[in-house]
């Protein structure tokens, strides 16, 4: 047996073209089949019969299987010198695949698409996070057990019960990312990753070593374009990547600067901006009257009347009477009385009484609304959306209320509960409202138990009462919807109150109307409390939320409102509730409104506490009007839904009936003025058209009984274009 030996260069690239060559034309030849152009012309002819001419004419045989192909229906096909694959995708419509094998053309369904959605690249120390979503490219379904990997790394992972994913990857030489998804059933979905590469012309630049283009997207914000001027905006243009530090600047106002017009290439360790001002950034304390905007990074304290902007990350706290903004990573805590937003990651604490949003959450947020893509912690609020989270609409019973719906919304880690239950019963009432808080033990995807602690207001006659719940609730998951669940609570209930009312449910067994003398436990007190043990029992459905479309909101329109409210009181002796405002609106982008109104709030009161009928002076009662004066910002996070909060301060009349001190004289009215600080959240929906409708709570006092639940329709007009 001879050897053959190459030695030489050149031989050995003759060889390698060759087999190149050979390599190439075998490719070629093996995909030949499809690519041959053919003519056939049949009219309402067995698919069979043409699917066997076709095969003729190409020179090659058809295989599938009987039962996947209507080989009896009747067939028109009509092309001349049209390659065999254009021909087969117009008599199938794309219904099937078609792969070649030699000598024959094999035809299966077609596999459906997979996409990757909200995919997302971060550095992490000396590793990279790929997360993401894994979707059905058609129904937008999030498709569970998909497997997701990178084959240099050979690092793996499987999708969850919400299609999320996430990769963990060494850092290596600046190249491509390449993470696949396969999924039976579906083509395998590939997409690339750039790393990203830092280009720095200038030598002073160790605070902002990022890419230039990146430098001014503060300023095409809607607050940012609102607040900065265009000599600003330019100058800005002009000089994208030098930045100078300095201890220390005062602003009136963005541009009326100790530093002038350069203020927004500068970063300082401490900043003042009387009524706002616009740096580069802070490395220390910036205060400001109404408002701050950094076109970086903000450290370590950010404090303002209205508004925080940063343009990248906010390391700290950044604290402010309505809205906190960083564009970047939040490291530290944002704390605001309406709205606070991490642009893309939150590793700490978002407070508000409304909303807070980020992409990544990796902390707390405890707000009306909570939004975030992915999350790593927790959110507590009414209504929490969570990418990777679910929301679950439970219908109950227990042994306290025969009907009992709860709203669960967030991950299975943790999840925020918005309940109300009613006792429906002629001579057993009980209502109830509150907000609670869960942990999902999962035993796999159809089995897991639930613990729960609830906190609600409860009505026997007064909205007095307060009851607490633990709950162990044992989930059944049947169908992908609808699950089952029950369990033990452990009940303690607290009732203000002295005697048991007609009609209402005696929980903490209070005595009846003037059946004695009171139990000791009762007059010492005032307070009657009752710990017990109960079950609950219902049926679950549960969902995902699906992806939505982000859309960039550059509005500055100008809206003129008015509406009309109707609704009742928090507690006696006031009954409905009337009114109408007047607001203007005004929005500042990025799906904010800023909003002040006025108006006209009466309080009536029910029929027993009129003076014609209430049988002693001290409880009779007149009815108030007040005229509430706000400020606030609204908030849309759907395509017509909105949310918003509000604070001002509501003037007004109370008026009293008094006794006459002096023997033989009349009773008589007392009018004092009335002034307090007051609050109002509310939600709906706004239509293009200028249609609103919804509900808020206006608290006129605080302290006071001057509470209403509302009804509201309205009408805005635009201003100008």
């Known amino acids: 047996m001879r050897k053959l030996w190459i030695t030489d260069a050149k031989q050995i690239k003759v060889c390698l073209m060759t087999i190149l060559i050979l390599g190439i034309f075998a490719q070629v030849n093996a995909q030949s089949l499809l690519n041959k152009s053919i003519s056939i012309n049949t009219q309402h002819t067995k698919l069979s019969v043409v699917l066997k001419e076709i095969g003729e004419k190409g020179g090659f045989y058809f295989a599938y299987n009987g039962r996947l192909l209507p080989q009896d229906s009747l067939v028109t096909v009509v092309s001349n010198d049209r390659p065999i694959s254009v021909i087969l995708n117009q008599l199938f419509k794309e219904r099937y695949d078609f792969e070649e094998r030699k000598n024959y053309v094999i035809i299966t369904e077609a596999l459906k698409h997979l996409a990757l959605i909200n995919t997302d690249l971060t550095a992490e120390g000396n590793t990279y996070s790929v997360s993401g979503f894994v979707v059905d490219d058609h129904t937008g379904e999030r498709l569970m057990n998909t497997s997701v990997y990178e084959k240099q790394q ?71 374009r609102l607040f900065i001027s265009t000599r600003q905006m330019i100058q800005s243009m002009n000089i994208p990547d030098f930045f100078a530090n300095r201890s220390y600047q005062i602003s009136l106002t963005p541009g009326l600067s100790t530093h002038g017009m350069f203020s927004p290439q500068v970063v300082n360790k401490f900043s003042l901006n009387l009524v706002g001002g616009y740096t580069a950034g802070v490395n220390g304390l910036e205060v400001g009257g109404l ?154 995807d159809k089995v897991y138990l639930s613990a729960e602690a609830n906190y609600q207001f409860a009505n026997t006659g007064l909205w007095d009462d307060r009851w607490t719940q633990g709950k162990l609730l044992l989930n059944f998951q049947f169908s992908k919807n609808i699950s089952i669940v029950g369990g033990p609570t452990v009940n303690h209930y607290n009732h203000s109150g002295t005697w048991h009312l007609d009609g209402y ?20 007190n005032g307070h009657q409390t009752r710990n017990w043990v109960g079950w609950q029992v219902g049926i679950a459905f549960n969902s995902v939320f699906k992806p939505t479309k982000k859309v960039t909101d550059n509005s500055q329109s100008w809206y003129l409102g008015l509406a009309a409210t109707g609704g009742i009181g928090w507690d006696e002796p006031y009954a409905m509730v009337t009114g109408a405002e007047l607001s203007v609106q005004r929005d500042l982008g990025e799906n904010l409104t800023g909003t002040i109104s006025s108006g006209y709030t009466h309080f009536s009161i029910q029929k027993k506490y009129g003076v014609e009928t209430s049988d002693r002076i001290n ?103």
């Open 154 to 224: 050979l690092v793996s992972a499987l999708t969850d019960e919400h299609g999320y994913f996430k990769l963990k990857l060494r850092m290596s030489a600046p190249e491509p990312i390449t993470v696949t998804a396969s999924k039976r059933l579906y083509h395998d979905t590939t997409l690339h990753f750039l790393e990203t590469v830092l280009v720095n012309s200038r030598a002073d630049k160790s605070a902002y070593e990022k890419v230039a283009d990146q430098t001014n997207r503060v300023e095409r914000t809607g607050l940012g």
């Open 291 to 444: 408002f701050n905007i950094n076109k970086r990074d903000a450290r370590y304290l950010q404090m303002a009347g209205i508004f925080n902007l940063a343009g990248g990350n906010a390391t700290g706290l950044q604290l402010a009477g309505a809205h906190n903004r960083a564009m970047d990573t939040v490291r530290g805590a944002q704390l605001a009385l309406f709205t606070n937003n991490a642009g893309t990651q939150l590793s700490g604490l978002q407070l508000s009484a409304l909303h807070n949003q980020t992409r990544r959450l990796k902390g707390l947020q405890i707000g009306l609304v909570n939004v975030a893509d992915t999350s790593q912690g927790a959110s507590i609020g009414l209504l929490n959306f969570i990418g990777n989270g679910f929301y679950k609409v439970t219908y109950s019973a227990s042994d306290m209320s025969n009907t009992n719906v709860s709203l669960k919304t967030g991950t299975h880690s943790f999840y925020s509960e918005l309940l109300t239950s009613a006792n429906i019963s002629a001579d057993q009432k009980f209502y109830s409202f509150g907000l609670g808080i869960g942990h999902d033990f999962m035993f796999s």
């Open 619 to 721: 409880d009779a009662a007149l009815p108030v009007n007040l005229v509430p004066i706000k400020a606030g910002i609204r908030l849309k996070t759907g395509k017509n839904f909105y949310i918003a909060g509000e604070i001002g301060s509501a003037i007004g009349n109370e008026a009293y009936i008094g006794r006459n001190n002096f023997s033989g004289l009349p009773d008589r009215t007392v009018k004092l003025p009335y002034r307090s600080l007051m609050y109002a959240v509310s939600a709906g929906f706004s239509f293009k058209i200028g249609l609103e409708t919804g509900i808020k709570f206006e608290d006129y006092g605080l302290q006071s009984q001057y509470k209403e639940f509302a009804l509201r329709l309205g009408y805005r007009i635009k201003l100008g274009k």
């Open 505 to 524: 449910k005696n929980i903490t067994n209070l005595p009846e109307f003037g059946a004695g003398p009171l139990p000791l436990y009762i007059s010492n």
